[in-house]
T-cell receptor, first 111, second 114 residues
């Protein structure tokens, strides 16, 4: 089955700087890669996703890049703000069913 | 608000108790999922339902019993749980079981087994 690795487990950046979280996957058949943000006491919230027919997607301060050859994808957050502090999860769909998730990255925005 | 509602938000139960978790979605989705979220571990897929039919069961112990009476509701029946079953249980739904359909999560039920 699919296996997703996510790094780093904790990331601390200064407010206003950029943050990058990276994930790799194992199943070359996977073609859907969402990113979720989870705040304390809440369920994961979908923030951006990418499908295998594109290499990059942007939504305001958030962007995701995908390299299918290398089987890795990354989340980029620019001009970070205090409200960006949360746990971020990458995921991949390796079949027609549920998502396989990475272990999560705790993003800390330092004022 | 994602359109996926879970109740209760918190649950404490003894190892001999029987309880049920409820999930409801008003998004018109056809697929629903149960995930388990434990500390220091990735979200683990437990069950998948598509059009009220269970299509995946990831080697989950029989003390967890799902039920999907219709496409808007999903239950997880719990009995004789163990302390290691304490976790956040998340429900999600998606338009279908297709490869690239988005999944939306509820707020979760924080379960503590004592």
């Amino acid at each position: 089955g699919e296996n997703v690795e996510q790094h780093p487990s904790t990331l601390s950046v200064q407010e206003g700087d950029s943050a990058v979280i990276k994930c790799t996957y194992s199943d070359s058949a996977s073609n859907y890669f969402p990113w979720y943000k989870q705040e304390l006491g809440k369920g994961p919230q979908l923030i951006i996703d990418i499908r295998s027919n594109v290499g990059e997607k942007k939504d305001q301060r958030i962007a995701v890049t995908l390299n299918k050859t290398a089987k890795h994808f990354s989340l980029h957050i620019t001009e970070t703000q205090p409200e960006d502090s949360a746990v971020y999860f990458c995921a991949a769909r390796g079949g027609a069913d549920g998502l396989t998730f990475g272990k999560g990255t705790h993003l800390i925005i330092q004022p | 608000e994602t359109g996926v509602t879970q109740t209760p938000r918190h649950l404490v139960m003894g190892m001999t108790n029987k309880k049920s978790l409820k999930c409801e979605q008003h998004l018109g989705h056809n697929a629903m999922y149960w995930y388990k979220q434990s500390a220091k571990k990735p979200l683990e897929l437990m069950f998948v339902y598509s059009l009220e039919e269970r299509v995946e069961n990831n080697s989950v112990p029989s003390r967890f019993s799902p039920e999907c009476p219709n496409s808007s509701h999903l239950f997880l029946h719990l009995h004789t749980l163990q302390p290691e079953d304490s976790a956040l249980y998340l429900c999600a739904s998606s338009p279908g079981r297709g490869w690239n359909t988005e999944a939306f999560f509820g707020q979760g039920t924080r379960l503590t087994v004592v």
